[in-house]
């Protein structure tokens, strides 16, 4: 039972007072615990503060917590191959178990409850994120490394993927595996089509950064005489389950390809800003009827993983570059960063509705953010324009607890605040 608690169901139902029934994993029942009360049996909790659906991060790299705020100031291109790459080359499976469980604690404390991740050393990444309590998608990277041999090409990297998603996929109820291809221009249109045969074949997702930079996009169209999205709905990538990260230099025949093959697009507001990529066209997305979550991407272009700020960065973009602050409202953008993640990676979560999983938290209310807080109106104005991660008080995912007063109850966040800043000072030596 708390104060307030927040659906974000189809009505986008606030209910004050509220309850959250769920028994195992899933949620029960939701509503006015004064006009039905608890049936026999039921533990009650009186948590006040407010309850609502986990945030859905949909496009993540979080061991890069590794290599956080590298490059500053650098373009994609420069910022990859000058300040990224040449760090990550020196990363061992152990550096990246402890970045991923570093990224996991901070998702986990700061209220996200399902993370998109996509990044290589498949095995350290899969441990920490089960280990951690949290759900996730991961799509292990599959590219062409520069300067590699066999084991860093596209097909090998697809043959390891292939063999992690029979093994891996659905362990503890919690953890998706699909494929991750990086990009149109990183990996070359056999490999997309191949790639995408064996997502398709074993209805797994496909994640792939798409239309990033304008300069990746110019580099796309002289290499094949087209846009990246035709480039991938011609070679047949597109016709399975697929999420776009990014998506910012699309025009509208790019959009009419997107809404044609039901695209599911990461808008990654504070990565693109900061890496001055550019601004993605939210409005228009929403408007073609495309299903749109938000990311984080990876903590070097961000720098830290609280989808409060892309939420807000979202709902102030769309308005400022509209000049309209009817552009998004914040029950829209709650539903970016909730129910609308949720359809985009097409798992049940981001709603407080009986049947779904029991993925939710609680945020602590006496905080000057919340005061006042009159009409429900404001309480949810207060929740998409002041929310805050150091609010989140506690996290459940599929109905156990993964986070109680502030701090995760199944892997150790001070220890892995530790590795990180130890280890990163090898990664950074030349
Ligand atoms: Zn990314």
Redesign the pocket.
């Known amino acids: 039972m708390a104060d307030a608690v927040f659906t974000v169901d189809g009505d986008d139902r606030i209910l004050q007072p509220g309850a959250v029934e769920f028994d195992g994993e899933l949620i029960t029942w939701v509503g006015d615990p004064g006009r039905e009360p608890a049936g026999v049996g039921t533990e009650v909790r009186e948590l006040g503060g407010l309850l609502m659906p986990g945030l859905v991060n949909c ?3 979080s061991p890069m917590t590794l290599v956080r705020s590298a490059g500053d100031g650098l373009p994609l291109e420069r910022w990859l191959s000058e300040s990224v790459w040449p760090r990550e080359a020196r990363l061992s499976d152990d550096d990246v178990f402890w970045g991923m469980t570093l990224g996991a604690v901070e998702l986990l404390c700061n209220g996200t409850t399902t993370t998109c991740e ?1 990044y290589r050393h498949p095995g350290p990444v899969i441990e920490a994120l089960v280990a951690s309590g949290i759900r996730a998608v991961f799509t292990p990277g599959i590219f062409d490394v520069p300067g590699s041999g066999r084991e860093d090409s596209w097909p090998a990297l697809l043959e390891d993927t292939c063999r992690i998603f029979d093994e891996m996929d659905g362990r503890e109820g919690r953890l998706q595996v699909g494929f991750g291809p990086h990009a149109a221009y990183t990996v070359p249109p056999e490999g997309l089509r191949a790639i995408a045969e064996e997502a398709q074949a074993r209805g797994a997702l496909l994640q792939i ?1 798409l239309s ?1 930079t304008e300069a990746e996009c110019r580099l796309v169209e002289e290499r094949f005489g087209k846009s990246a999205p035709r480039l991938l709905a011609d070679v047949g990538a597109l016709a399975g389950r697929v999420l776009a ?2 998506a910012v230099w699309v025009d509208d025949a790019d959009l009419d390809v997107m809404a044609e093959f039901d695209v599911g697009v990461a808008h ?1 507001p504070g ?1 693109n800003g900061k890496l001055g990529s550019g601004v993605a066209r939210l409005t228009d997305l929403l408007d073609r009827g495309l299903r749109v979550g938000l ?1 984080t ?2 903590p070097a ?1 961000n720098d830290d993983l609280h989808l409060w700020d892309e939420m807000r960065l979202a709902a102030i973009l769309a308005r400022a570059v509209a000049a309209d602050p009817g552009a998004l409202s914040s029950a829209a953008a709650l539903r970016l960063a909730t129910r609308g993640g949720g359809e985009v990676l097409g798992l049940p979560v981001g709603s407080l509705e009986a049947g779904r999983p029991a993925d939710l938290i609680r945020l602590r209310t006496d905080d000057a953010r919340f005061v006042p807080s009159v009409t429900p109106a404001e309480l949810l104005g207060h929740l998409v324009w002041a929310g805050a991660g150091y609010l989140v008080t506690d996290v459940w995912v599929g109905g156990s607890m993964v986070v109680e007063a502030g701090r995760c109850t199944l892997i150790d966040g001070a220890r892995a605040q530790a590795e990180v800043a130890q280890r990163a000072r090898r990664l950074i030596a030349s």
């Open positions: 496009h993540g790299h996509q950064h990033e990260a990014h990654c990565s990311g991407d990876g272009s």
